[in-house]
């Protein structure tokens, strides 16, 4: 199984442990019926009982809920566990021909339940499809979070930040170049594609320096509450900070020991 959409290794890596847990647990149980196979059908259930479990053998099937298309299952996959326990709002479907292997829930329940090996390797499937729709969820809602961010230009002279006022936006540099400066004292640069602002933000403190445009230039504003919360989503974004902070700390400290 899969996404509709570019998803994580950490994704692919859950899919590919959940169909070698299917095949170790599936061995020695005997299917329900003959394999089927299937051209096209907009509901690949529907003639099938509501204890029908079906491993994909050949093909791929989309699974929808409520019309939207969460996931792509292919060879390996077993489908239809949470359709069995009456919890499934979604359909699957097949545009193309796919050949499929039925087996009953109670007879695989009693089967894995039959050995210790096989309760493992059950309860681990079980832990490996829930974290791939809690990844694939967490993904989604990253994807889908986009903050309220507005493009401003400035004039070459013009201040960007107010030394002493209240943080309350974030900027990207996008083109142009700006000095940071501090009681008339230049103190740093901001190069093109540096996040500036930030501190003061995480600080809850009064700006400590201004920043004025040195050419015209195009910065990215944020909301200190939408800055954050990207943050919460996008918690790598702190990596690059913390090197900027880092290298502009570095800067002013050689700065320091060259006027000693």
Not at 188 to 216: H, K, M, Y
């Amino acid at each position: 199984m899969h996404l509709p959409t570019k998803q994580s290794d950490s994704i692919s890596d859950i899919a590919i442990k959940s169909r070698s847990l299917t095949e170790l647990f599936l061995q020695n149980l005997l299917p329900a019926a003959n394999p089927i196979e299937i051209s096209v059908s907009n509901d690949i259930f529907a003639d099938q009982p509501n204890t029908r479990l079906l491993l994909i053998t050949e093909g791929q099937v989309y699974y929808r809920v409520r019309g939207k298309l969460v996931a792509i299952l292919e060879e390996g996959d077993l489908i239809g566990l949470t359709r069995s326990l009456n919890l499934n709002e979604g359909v699957f479907s097949c545009i193309e021909t796919v050949q499929l292997v039925p087996y009953e829930r109670d007879e695989l329940i009693a089967h894995v339940n039959s050995d210790l090996k096989l309760q493992k390797n059950w309860a681990h499937y079980l832990v490996c499809n829930i974290a791939f729709y809690q990844q694939a969820l967490a993904q989604e809602i990253r994807a889908e979070f986009q903050p309220q961010a507005g493009f401003i230009h400035f004039h070459k002279g013009e201040i960007i930040i107010q030394q002493g006022d209240e943080a309350d936006k974030v900027y990207t540099l996008l083109d142009g170049s700006a000095d940071a400066i501090c009681d008339g004292v230049k103190v740093g640069e901001v190069n093109t594609n540096e996040i500036f602002g930030a501190l003061a933000v995480f600080t809850r403190q009064p700006r400590i320096a201004s920043v004025i445009a040195t050419s015209d230039c195009t910065v990215l504003a944020v909301r200190k509450e939408e800055f954050v919360d990207l943050i919460d989503h996008q918690p790598q974004i702190c990596l690059g900070l913390i090197e900027e902070m880092a290298s502009k700390i570095n800067q002013l400290n050689n700065q320091l020991l060259a006027k000693q």
